[in-house]
């Protein structure tokens, strides 16, 4: 067989788009970020009205580029909570508003293969926005993203993700240490609010982008 691995993916993108389709999802898939961009500027944002966005913390969506492409959009009330110059308490107020935008874009920790979403948040507005505020929501997410099942995505997200996010936000956790999650009771601690999102109410709220590529943590 020719290119072996890229039918790998293909197999798997097919299969874990039907599992999340089957829990109301609505789901796209993109051979690399460029596309994931295409995908997001020419048909999703337009087939939603959307006449406002913001965004929660995610590497994958700076990755792909649609930060830079989103921000200065005039069209579209933008908040942005990446805005590095304001004050906490702006941003704190940014992050509230955002939960009544049209469009809310972030990623995720990590995907099962029977189609659940899996994340832990420090704040609580990028789960909060998931669940419940925003007219819809866009997960942008790598291949990497994808384990076999529930207790895999959070243990991937407590060994792997967490600790290399408290690194690269220069927390003062053990885990930057350590590189392992210790249930710490550090004052700085990301861990905070788990959630585990079985299906999309209602059906197509939230919409994922499938991208073949390793993007984010």
Known sequence: MKNPIDNYWKLKFENVKEALESNNFEVFIADNSKEASKIVLE???PNENIKSISWGGSMTFVGTGLYDALKNKNEFKILDTFDKSLSNDEKTQLRREALL???????????TEDGCLVNLD???NRVG??????????????RNKIVPDIDTAMERIKNYVAPTNAMRLDMKTPCVKTGECS??????????????TQKSFPPKRVKIVLINEDLGL
């Open 43 to 45: 048909k999703i944002i």
């Open 122 to 124: 420090m704040i609580g």
């Open 129 to 142: 926005a998931m669940t419940f505020g925003p007219n819809n929501v866009l997960i942008l997410t790598g």
């Open 101 to 111: 935008t049209d469009l809310f874009v972030t990623g995720t920790n990590a995907l």
């Open 183 to 196: 249930e710490c009771k550090a004052s700085a601690r990301i861990c905070n609010s788990w959630t585990i």
